[in-house]
């Protein structure tokens, strides 16, 4: 197949009667710099056929983290916005929540109770939105909410809040032969939903978090159940093992951005030959947010300590790109 | 990608300055007839552009068995052989288990005492001999089993009892465009050891049964450790539940070869447009086995009573296949 591609292209040039042009820059909105020649310079070594750090087509592997590294994450996590416009949608059929915690607070809007609440509290909530239907079902309530749903300070679609310079990245990687997967603490039905239009990347290249399913028979239609109970929790220590359960080897390249994907870079870049790890830290209060050691939602600290010293790369947002969303 | 491609395919035609030529048959292991004739049509059908029945690419998913579909399951799974050695070659630093079943037969080769332990004995054996080392250590006690292990009936590496019909079956897929994964009950990371050699699936294409595993930092080293915990059993309800997990869409097209993979072809051919839905029936004692309603491995009962009436195609691999392993 590699082989394939290579004569065809080889057959295209001769055919056309030129060498093939200088391509345009692959990262426009990446501005020029150190960020972008090391991103630059691995791909290059591990695509080099002659070089020592070449790396066959099959073990081009990149994983990318999504909250906070393909799209923002702030003032709290899209899929948790989701999940508290889906309780006030659902209210009206519940009306026992309007004195239950914490459906009461995501009712109305008390983010400090909610927050109070902790992870069984979200939890909880999680599970009452996103389980007790088909997985059809579910994806038809996503696309529906985008549709409609704004970011509360950019005013603009959730999927419209993607990183332009990831975007270019993840082509980038492609046209050099790369397999691009998002391994996320997400809710992985929640992201195929969308990532398939939005980053080009298909259903069976998202891992996330998820919850477990049913398959059953209903009135002679085969189907499966969302079932409100906690199948994988891909997040940390999480994040290896789930890429090799779902992908079966380790990846070469790794893109994060909160100490939920130290793991992942650390185990991707602890691998034989060329190797590469990347963290988005964000430091743009003017055209995105700035946050790191001090955020519920993002959190860096570990990362941007031990991070340089590893050999990944720190993005400056503010200093590193030219451009933060799609135009 | 997929418009790129067709222009490739026509530049080059142009450029040769010839029709493309009639394709050779891409299916010679099979006998003409009805059953060659469904899975050609099928394929036909989903990538004619201007059909009715046309997918796009992206939708072309087919799933595969692997046990008794793609390669031999008898006289026991080729994993159980496996885990069977294991026993014997660990026995030595067991001194134990000369007195403690199942261990105990499964190193005096009591295939009687073996079967009466049930799922729960060979769960053991599973559990001791697949757990406890990291995923590359794995591997490789697996690829080193399959270099030297000889089957006992006709004496060739296991590897080499895979049915010639069924990968050329797989290769035909791909040609049109399908994405092939194998979903079977079998371990998913015995199988990932040599699939990608084997039938050119890689390893994130492939889903199966697993152990759990915890990620670590030994000695400033990050690695994987498989525990002696079952993580996820992809056999008969669970095979539509890991599909759904893993590619988080339908197939259009499912193979297998007993009741195990009623559920996989009964979901799969439940969806809207044209779907294939295929069970091999081992009817050839003479070039591999005859068995289906009373067997162990493999039983084949509900699949053969329903399955014609629910419009899959069984293949007889004595009258459809020319040839059952390749030469």
Same mark, same amino acid.
Request: charged letters at 35%; a positive charge.
């Given at each position: 197949m590699r082989f394939l591609r290579s004569a065809l292209i080889a057959v295209l040039a001769t055919a056309a009667g030129v060498a093939p042009a200088q391509p345009a820059d692959p990262l426009p909105s990446w501005n020029a710099g150190p960020t972008k020649d090391r991103i630059v310079a691995f791909v290059r070594a591990v695509t080099d056929r002659n070089g020592k750090e070449f790396v066959p087509l099959e073990e081009r592997i990149a994983v990318f983290d999504n909250d906070g590294t393909l799209w923002s994450e702030q003032p709290m996590y899209f899929q948790l916005a989701f999940a508290l416009d889906r309780v006030k949608a659902l209210a009206p059929k519940h009306p026992e929540w309007k004195s239950k915690q914490p459906f009461k607070a995501a009712i109305e809007n008390d983010m400090k109770t909610l927050a109070a609440s902790g992870d069984k509290g979200l939890l909880t909530l999680v599970m009452t939105t996103h389980a007790g239907m088909t997985p059809e079902e579910f994806r038809k309530i996503v696309e529906d909410w985008l549709a409609t749903a704004r970011h509360p300070? &950019?005013?603009?679609?959730?999927?419209?809040?993607? &990183?332009q310079p990831m975007l270019e990245l993840l082509a980038y990687l492609r046209a050099n032969g790369f397999k691009t997967f998002i391994v996320s603490g997400g809710g992985v039905d929640f992201m195929r939903a969308w990532a398939e239009k939005v980053y080009g990347v298909p259903p069976e290249q998202v891992i996330g978090s998820s919850i477990k399913m049913k398959y059953e028979v209903r009135n002679g239609v085969p189907t499966l159940v969302r079932l409100p109970e906690i199948n994988f929790i891909d997040d940390k220590e999480g994040k290896p093992v789930g890429i090799l359960q779902h992908i079966g080897r380790r990846p070469i390249a790794a893109f994060g951005n909160s100490d939920g994907d130290f793991q992942m870079l650390e185990w991707t870049t602890a691998g034989g030959g060329s190797r590469f790890g990347l963290l988005v830290h964000h430091d743009d209060a003017e055209r995105e947010y700035a946050y790191d050691r001090k955020t519920t939602f993002g959190h860096l600290a570990r990362g941007l300590d031990e991070g340089p010293k590893r050999g990944w790369t720190i993005v400056s947002m503010k200093n590193d790109w030219k451009q933060i969303y799609p135009r």
């Open positions: 300070k &950019f005013k603009r679609p959730y999927t419209e809040l993607v &990183f």
